[in-house]
């Protein structure tokens, strides 16, 4: 009867960490975290990650323990933890006599995407300058559902060595980035590479972009002023100088609105929209008149619409009805 029960402790915890697999596929994210790929056809719910306390400690008594709190029962600087389904957590080892020697935060990276929102289609990380100073700008929409937070930003050129700072900006749906190398009087020959890991508890998502500033340039809205019948069609400020070496396309739609309704051209259709590079547009009676601006040279988004409607009332300022 004894022999019994000490063969079941004894064989029990040996058997169970035998039928978990070690796991095959894990990195740094950034100092002091690890990250486990979450691979549950090959593993299971439960996987190994190998743990190492510092090379200093090679040898010595260590004692580990999870969120600070449970002693662990693995010895040693070098270990193996389970990990199960999402259940991460930070791991600090101590010397027998309770000293801090260090401690690793375990992720896991799943393959799904719930932490912000997007479609494979749609995209789920979208970029954009409005002009070639080397500056742009990443957003996304969170999942409310759901507490996620950028874990690490990894920015480079793909070739030439880069310098490309980003930050989070306060509402911390986006990113600012700065590529101080950027010549925007020089063919950009190579790409940006973006990954950005978003994290929720323990789950780790990637988020990989790759582009040229070209190809995510969308100019700010055309600038229209009406003088005598006509409208000039003006860069918008924050475009890129000399505009000879930046030149816009402009699209030009007019569209008869219903008094009291309100105007909108990004829905309304209009039978005909002409291109032009023109800046010069005659104004027609009764019509209200959308623009909006493309880089000339790149095949980047359209900008937003402005649009131009003749006041009514001819006491009233002409100038108004940009928007
Ligand atoms: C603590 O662990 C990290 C990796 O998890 C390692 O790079 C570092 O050298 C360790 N620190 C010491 C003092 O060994
Ligand atoms: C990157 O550019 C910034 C701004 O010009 C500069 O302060 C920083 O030293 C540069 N870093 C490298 C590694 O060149
Ligand atoms: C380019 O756009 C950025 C961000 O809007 C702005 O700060 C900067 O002044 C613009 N550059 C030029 C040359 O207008
Ligand atoms: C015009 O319509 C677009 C898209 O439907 C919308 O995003 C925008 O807010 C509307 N603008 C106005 C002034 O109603
Ligand atoms: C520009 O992009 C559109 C849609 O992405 C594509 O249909 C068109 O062929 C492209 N034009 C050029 C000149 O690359």
């Not at 219903?258 to 039978?271: E, Q, T, V």
Request: proline share 3%.
């Amino acid at each position: 009867m004894i022999f019994l029960v000490i063969g079941i402790l004894v064989v029990l915890p040996h058997a169970s960490a035998g039928s978990i697999k070690v796991a095959e596929s894990y990195w740094t994210l950034k100092a002091n975290e690890l990250v486990v790929d979450e691979d549950m056809a090959k593993y299971g719910s439960k996987v190994l990650v190998p743990l190492v306390c510092g090379e200093a400690f090679e040898g010595q008594k260590i004692i580990w323990k999870r969120e600070s709190r449970e002693e662990l029962p693995l010895q040693g600087n070098r270990v193996f933890v389970i990990v199960e389904e999402r259940q991460g957590g930070t791991y600090t080892c101590y010397s027998t006599e309770g000293n801090y020697l260090n401690h690793t935060l375990v992720l896991v990276q799943w393959r799904y995407r719930k932490i912000i929102k997007g479609t494979p289609e749609k995209g789920y990380v979208h970029c954009s300058t409005n002009n070639y100073s080397g500056s742009f700008r990443c957003f996304w929409a969170w999942d409310e559902t759901r507490a996620g937070k950028v874990a690490f930003i990894k920015i480079t050129r793909s070739h030439i060595v880069g310098n490309i700072s980003c930050s989070l900006d306060s509402s911390a749906g986006s990113i600012t980035c700065q590529d101080h190398a950027y010549c925007p009087y020089a063919e950009e020959m190579d790409h940006i590479d973006l990954t950005i890991y978003f994290r929720s508890n323990y789950v780790i998502e990637t988020y990989y972009l790759q582009f040229r500033i070209s190809d995510i340039v969308r100019p700010d809205m055309v600038r229209i002023n009406k003088k005598n019948n006509i409208l000039e069609l003006q860069y918008p400020e924050s475009w890129s100088t000399p505009f000879s070496y930046f030149p816009l396309t402009f699209q030009v739609k007019e569209i008869r609105c219903r008094r009291k309704r309100i105007c909108n051209c990004s829905n309304r259709r209009s039978a005909k929209v002409d291109l032009t590079q023109e800046q010069q547009w005659p104004l027609k009676k009764g019509v209200t008149v959308c623009v909006r601006a493309q880089d000339d040279l790149a095949n980047s988004s359209w900008g937003e619409w402005s649009q131009y409607k003749k006041e009514k009332h001819k006491r009233q300022n002409k100038k108004d009805g940009l928007k």
